[in-house]
């Protein structure tokens, strides 16, 4: 069984920056990609950005482009969601994903992941 757990959320100002890490079980880890999707209040959720299991290649939705950054860590079952100039708009929680099937291309769909963390809030306050 794979756990998923997100850490760093909070409660930002606009233009400031927080990290997420999203740390995974399991000896697998290094075969997958990653991905980041995110649910605004009152919103479906949506993707982010994903990281293929290589620890290169990554890929972003154009909102976030050039602002967000994704990395990992495969000997520690890291995962990263680095986050700079932040907007009100980028308020929700924010949830990794493993993307389903090893070696597997990134994904934008979110049912296109099988293991999820529990989330993590970000709130970013103007």
């Known amino acids: 069984q794979v756990q998923l757990v997100e850490s760093g959320g909070g409660l930002v100002q606009a233009g400031g920056s927080l990290r997420l890490s999203c740390a995974a079980s399991g000896r697998t880890f290094s075969l997958y990609t990653m991905g980041w999707f995110r649910q605004p209040p009152g919103k479906e959720r949506e993707f982010v950005g994903a990281i293929s299991w290589r620890e290169t290649g990554t890929y972003y939705a154009d909102s976030v482009k050039g602002r967000f950054t994704i990395s990992r860590d495969n000997a520690k079952n890291m995962v990263y969601l680095q986050m700079n100039s932040l907007k009100p708009e980028d308020t929700a929680v924010y949830y990794c994903?493993?993307?389903?099937?090893?070696?597997?291309?990134?994904?934008?769909?979110?049912?296109?992941?099988?293991?999820w963390g529990q989330g993590t809030q970000v709130t970013v306050s103007s």
């Open positions: 994903a493993r993307r389903l099937g090893v070696r597997g291309m990134y994904s934008t769909r979110f049912d296109d992941y099988d293991y």
